[in-house]
């Protein structure tokens, strides 16, 4: 049982590129979640999924775009990258809100943009 | 968001119990009361979460305080592996809040061999 996976766990991109972190849960969950998380920092959510086929956004969802096409599958987009979106970026997962149990997190994606 | 007020760090020995406080003074009816603890390089691990009663599991108690308006993480005998950020979050259970954790900075855990 893999948990969250996240790929690719580090990447560096030049200003302006474009690049797309994938997130996928083998647990059946609803929810899928995507949080930044800066050095000496909590964790800040960028966007998040109630379901196949829907989105939302959190607090700092600016430069961000995610796409929740197949239920197991979470996409966080970068369309043009900033400097100030070098960071680490974890995608979580929980089952539903009704019982707000716990959210399983991946590993990390480092991202650095130059 | 109802918001929580941890300490910055703690210093603990091995094998000595620790008690994390958080404040949440501002906590709703329909908030659950979670921690999470992040170690090094790692994301975030759910430790424990409760609502109204003190909850057991195998890697923590949770004490919540009968008017919810704080709460202690206690780690009955520290080891070496428990040094991390731990953090105390409210989940809400209701409205539009859809189950997110909204994070602080936490509280550092040291362990001293």
């Known amino acids: 049982n893999a948990g969250v996976t996240q790929t690719p766990k580090f990447r560096v991109l030049k200003t302006g590129q474009s690049m797309t972190l994938l997130c996928a849960q083998d647990m059946n969950h609803e929810y899928m979640y995507w949080y930044r998380q800066d050095p000496g920092m909590g964790l800040r959510l960028i966007h998040y999924?109630?379901?196949?086929?829907?989105?939302a956004k959190g607090e700092v969802p600016d430069g961000y775009n995610v796409s929740r096409l197949k239920k197991q599958n979470f996409l966080l987009g970068l369309e043009s990258a900033a400097p100030s979106q070098t960071s680490v970026y974890f995608c979580?997962?929980?089952?539903?809100?009704?019982?707000?149990?716990?959210?399983?997190f991946g590993e990390g994606s480092r991202l650095t943009v130059l | 968001d109802a918001k929580t007020t941890q300490p910055n760090s703690m210093e603990s020995n091995e094998e000595e119990p620790v008690h994390l406080p958080c404040n949440h003074s501002t906590i709703s009816g329909t908030d659950y009361i979670h921690w999470y603890r992040q170690l090094p390089s790692q994301g975030p691990e759910y430790v424990i979460h409760g609502l109204t009663s003190n909850v057991n599991n195998r890697m923590a108690s949770l004490a919540i305080a009968e008017d919810r308006k704080s709460s202690t993480l206690i780690l009955h005998r520290a080891t070496l592996r428990d040094a991390a950020v731990y953090y105390c979050i409210l989940r809400s259970a209701g409205g539009t809040s859809y189950g997110k954790l909204t994070f602080g900075q936490g509280t550092i855990l040291t362990v001293h061999p």
């Open positions: 999924s109630v379901g196949e086929g829907t989105t």
């Open positions: 979580a997962s929980s089952r539903d809100r009704v019982n707000p149990g716990e959210l399983f």
